[in-house]
């Protein structure tokens, strides 16, 4: 029987990196997005707390899917542990990536 997959994502968002392990990710029906579905936390009888996991925990509290835009993602991984997600901040560039078009229809007529 197969195991199930787990998978490592990293992408930013307002400065900050973050990094969170999910069951399942897609492509979403959103133009230009990923879909990441069922996040996964550590436990919560741990002895030791991390903050930086409970502040991600906090902020996608009840959330069931996460749609996050393609060139906001850095990393995708698939990986047999889980680690610790966390919220670290980005390290200051003097380079900005503008958002792109990920899709450019093609105009010409099909004959």
């Given at each position: 029987?197969?195991?199930?997959?787990?998978?490592?994502?990293?992408?930013?968002?307002?400065?900050?990196?973050?990094?969170?392990?999910?069951?399942?990710?897609?492509?979403?029906?959103?133009?230009?997005?990923?879909?990441?579905?069922?996040?996964?936390?550590?436990?919560?009888?741990?002895?030791?707390?991390?903050?930086?996991?409970?502040?991600?925990?906090?902020?996608?509290?009840?959330?069931?899917?996460?749609?996050?835009?393609?060139?906001?993602?850095?990393?995708?991984?698939?990986?047999?542990?889980?680690?610790?997600?966390?919220?670290?901040?980005?390290?200051?560039?003097?380079?900005?990536?503008?958002?792109?078009?990920?899709?450019?229809p093609d105009d010409t007529p099909n004959?």
């Amino acid at each position: 029987m197969p195991s199930k997959k787990l998978y490592k994502i990293i992408f930013t968002n307002q400065g900050k990196v973050y990094e969170v392990y999910a069951n399942n990710v897609s492509n979403s029906n959103l133009l230009g997005f990923i879909e990441i579905e069922d996040l996964i936390f550590g436990e919560k009888s741990k002895v030791v707390i991390d903050p930086s996991e409970e502040k991600i925990q906090s902020e996608f509290k009840g959330v069931k899917r996460t749609y996050i835009p393609m060139h906001s993602v850095l990393r995708v991984d698939e990986v047999d542990k889980q680690g610790v997600s966390k919220i670290s901040k980005a390290e200051v560039d003097n380079v900005t990536q503008l958002p792109n078009q990920v899709f450019t229809p093609d105009d010409t007529p099909n004959k």
